[in-house]
């Protein structure tokens, strides 16, 4: 099925909107819910945490509360801190096997499952590739030499996972690296602190919902044009689960004349070809942010077929002839919605890979 909207360019960051947007951060909504709102900086992004709540004393608690899940998730993921778990299980010697707590042992059971299901299109062991690329630090174009050593130094065959010892062994010298599902580790964490009621957090683009707004309306979640960050091109209503969005131009890197995008194939060792975007539902932030990356490295042909196989709510935004084409799953291309300032140019909604 076809569906064409009238929009333009393209998109990857993930805004949110709700009723109060731009107001106060705190004012009383319908049904005496006060509106609560907390901004700050963590792992390398901005975070925006906002709750109604009965009481306003209350909700600013639960919003600290949020916070700090976030806070301690980075202390613990964060490959920049030395004093990280992930750190200390990066530098543990090969062979020597590293005990995780409960938490991290429950988030690796789900790390390493979803890495075989994508057939390691994403995989947690891609941090001596990252290196190679100098992903987080600019880009960089590595020798093939390079790559060829650091393919042979990634991947999570080199890891040794027992779920019931709660122990991680590198039988190499592998590194974890947390970018592609550290963010939705952290929601999860903060979900669990904010519990029932309406509440929504913004973390870096990906943002995770709960509830109804006072007025019994959902939160409105826009997919925003990753050339035009501005610009929204399809808007989303949710009461629960997280978007996450892989992709976006803005965070690829220009080294030599050359694009390198910060999403590599872990088989073969380079930057991903897609140069769109992709957009991941699911109830876990965690799952969400895996699986919008490994979509992303499968890019939309095979990854509309995987997801729409697995059950995951998926649609890929796909640059064309000036404009965007939205290819996705089923269940999640009926959710989606034009974006009312999308007026220019046409964009194309279509539920499945199949040729128009
Ligand atoms: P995201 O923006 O969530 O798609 O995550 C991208 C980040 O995850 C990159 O900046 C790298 O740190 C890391 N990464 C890149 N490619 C992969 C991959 N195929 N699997 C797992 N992590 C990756
Ligand atoms: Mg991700």
């Known amino acids: 099925m076809t569906r064409t909207l009238g929009s333009a360019l393209l998109a990857s960051l993930v805004v949110w909107q709700f009723p109060a947007a731009g107001s106060a951060s705190s004012g009383r909504g319908a049904g005496g819910q006060q509106?609560?709102?907390?901004?700050?900086?963590?792992?390398g992004t901005s975070v925006r945490l906002v709750a109604y709540d009965a009481r306003r004393e209350a909700g600013l608690n639960r919003l600290e509360g949020a916070l700090r899940a976030l806070e301690d998730t980075e202390q613990e993921l964060s490959t920049w801190r030395a004093d990280s778990d992930i750190s200390v299980l990066n530098r543990t010697p090969v062979g020597t096997p590293w005990r995780a707590s409960a938490r991290l042992c429950r988030m690796f059971t789900d790390v390493l499952e979803w890495q075989q299901a994508s057939g390691g299109a994403f995989d947690p062991a891609v941090g001596v590739l990252v290196g190679v690329w100098n992903i987080h630090e600019g880009g960089r174009i590595p020798s093939p030499s390079e790559v060829a050593f650091a393919l042979g130094h990634a991947g999570s065959r080199w890891l040794d996972f027992d779920p019931l010892a709660c122990t991680l062994t590198r039988r190499t010298e592998v590194t974890i690296d947390v970018g592609a599902f550290g963010k939705g580790e952290a929601l999860d964490r903060a979900a669990v602190v904010l519990g029932d009621g309406a509440w929504m957090i913004d973390l870096g683009g990906q943002v995770s919902v709960n509830g109804r707004?006072?007025?019994?309306?959902?939160?409105?979640?826009?997919?925003?044009?990753?050339?035009d960050r501005q610009r929204a091109v399809a808007t989303l209503q949710l009461q629960s689960g997280s978007l996450s969005t892989s992709g976006g131009?803005?965070?690829?890197?220009?080294?030599?004349?050359?694009?390198?995008?910060?999403?590599?194939?872990?088989r073969t060792g380079l930057p991903a070809s897609f140069n769109g975007s992709v957009s991941v539902w699911h109830q876990s932030g965690l799952v969400a942010d895996m699986l919008s990356t490994a979509l992303y490295v499968m890019?939309?042909?095979?990854?509309?077929?995987?997801?729409?196989?697995?059950?995951?709510?998926?649609?890929?935004?796909?640059?064309?002839?000036?404009?965007?084409?939205?290819?996705?799953?089923?269940?999640?291309?009926?959710?989606?919605?034009?974006?009312?300032?999308?007026?220019?140019?046409?964009?194309?909604?279509?539920?499945?890979?199949?040729?128009?």
């Open 299 to 356: 890019g939309p042909d095979q990854g509309v077929r995987w997801a729409t196989a697995q059950g995951v709510e998926a649609a890929f935004l796909i640059p064309d002839n000036g404009g965007v084409r939205i290819v996705g799953t089923p269940a999640f291309t009926r959710r989606l919605q034009p974006a009312r300032a999308a007026t220019a140019g046409a964009a194309t909604f279509r539920e499945s890979n199949e040729p128009e």
């Open 249 to 266: 131009s803005e965070r690829d890197m220009r080294v030599e004349g050359r694009r390198v995008g910060h999403i590599l194939d872990p």
């Open 35 to 43: 509106l609560v709102e907390r901004q700050a900086y963590l792992m």
């Open 213 to 227: 707004l006072p007025d019994g309306q959902s939160w409105t979640v826009e997919i925003a044009d990753p050339v």
